[in-house]
Nanobody
Framework: QVQLVESGGGSVEAGGSLRLSCVVSGRSLSFNKDTMAWFRQAPGQEREFVAAITKNSDEIQYADAVKGRFTISSDNAKNSVFLQMDNLQTEDTAVYYC?????????????????WGQGTQVTVSS
């Protein structure tokens, strides 16, 4: 059974930074070709793509809204994926979800992912 557990969320003022972590259990990022991603969902909004990374960082993609401010990375030895979020803005407030797909082709659609974490809240105040 694959499990994804996020951590690192919290409350910050605009302009601040947070680093989200996602630990994967039940599946090895080293031996598979999984694509990992971060999505977010604000109250009353649909879940939206934030960033994704394929194995060995061969391909990385960001949503336009976070490009230049967020950085996705992975550490296969730790079976983990990270999202460094800098210069946070109030519109970044949302629950952030880690997602994994057994497919090596990057997708920006939620339906393209097989496993999901429980989410971690990020709140940015002005």
């Amino acid at each position: 059974q694959v499990q994804l557990v996020e951590s690192g969320g919290g409350s910050v003022e605009a302009g601040g930074s947070l680093r989200l972590s996602c630990v994967v259990s039940g599946r090895s990022l080293s031996f598979n070709k999984d694509t990992m991603a971060w999505f977010r969902q604000a109250p009353g909004q649909e879940r939206e793509f934030v960033a994704a990374i394929t194995k060995n960082s061969d391909e990385i993609q960001y949503a336009d809204a976070v490009k230049g401010r967020f950085t996705i990375s992975s550490d296969n030895a730790k079976n983990s994926v990270f999202l460094q979020m800098d210069n946070l803005q109030t519109e970044d407030t949302a629950v952030y979800y880690c997602a994994g797909s057994l497919h090596p082709i990057l997708s920006i659609q939620p339906r393209g992912y097989d496993w999901w974490g429980q989410g971690t809240q990020v709140t940015v105040s002005s």
